[in-house]
């Protein structure tokens, strides 16, 4: 894909869906915060049925600190790898406590440093709440760049770069959010929807597909 394809690529996206936003729900940036560390190789709907109840009865640092671990795990037991993810979110809400006045900070090597929190879920945060042009990449993402052309990378940190550098400026900031929608629903694993592809005109394999057939 060559950047005058990558531009019509967004452009396209964007005239389709003008403001994507997350899936996940919350109400503020701490429970945006812990349903990102929840959604670790979780479904954002299984994410939102657990927060669904989570967040009414305990929202904010102090509430979930004072569930306890066990306390905690009575709401989110039906996410996967519950058990490490809620000592993670314990752990988390007594650094925010204690070392940022129960605040989520705006900063990459704070966020980073709370139990739970790769560069994935900062960038999340970092884009989605303080609208830093910063690119999340999870597997949908990783798996999109590279079928398409988009941003080619053997490691979800190589893919992150080229993008960085590829996504034309005015797309960066909602660049995230189409990836990975088009990603979860069109551009999916097994079986990619092509025929319902707005953007199949700009993608690597489906040109490729296309000659085959030819």
């Not at 429970?31 to 669904?52: C, F, P, R, W, Y």
């Not at 025929?195 to 199949?200: D, E, G, L």
């Amino acid at each position: 894909m060559n950047q005058a394809q990558r531009q019509d690529f967004f452009a396209i996206l964007q005239a389709y869906n003008p403001e994507p936003t997350t899936e996940l729900n919350y109400s503020s940036t701490f429970e945006l915060l812990i349903a990102v560390i929840l959604s670790a190789q979780a479904t954002d709907i299984g994410v939102n049925k657990a927060t669904n109840k989570l967040y009414p009865v305990a929202n904010t640092p102090q509430a979930i600190l004072d569930l306890g671990v066990d306390g905690l795990k009575q709401y989110i037991k039906t996410i996967g790898l519950y058990n490490s993810k809620a000592e993670n979110v314990i752990k988390t809400c007594r650094q925010l406590l204690e070392l940022h006045n129960g605040e989520v900070p705006d900063d990459r090597d704070a966020l980073e440093a709370l139990p739970g929190v790769g560069r994935k879920t900062a960038n999340v945060i970092l884009n989605t709440v303080f609208k830093h042009p910063v690119i999340a990449v999870d597997t949908h993402l990783f798996r999109l760049s590279n079928r398409t052309g988009l941003a080619k990378g053997k490691t979800v940190r190589a893919v992150e770069d080229k993008l960085m550098k590829v996504v034309p400026a005015e797309f960066k900031q909602d660049a995230h959010h189409w990836l990975i929608l088009h990603g979860r629903y069109v551009c999916i694993a097994r079986k990619p929807l092509c025929a319902n592809c707005v953007v199949s005109h700009c993608c690597d394999d489906f040109r490729r597909q296309q000659k085959k057939q030819a």
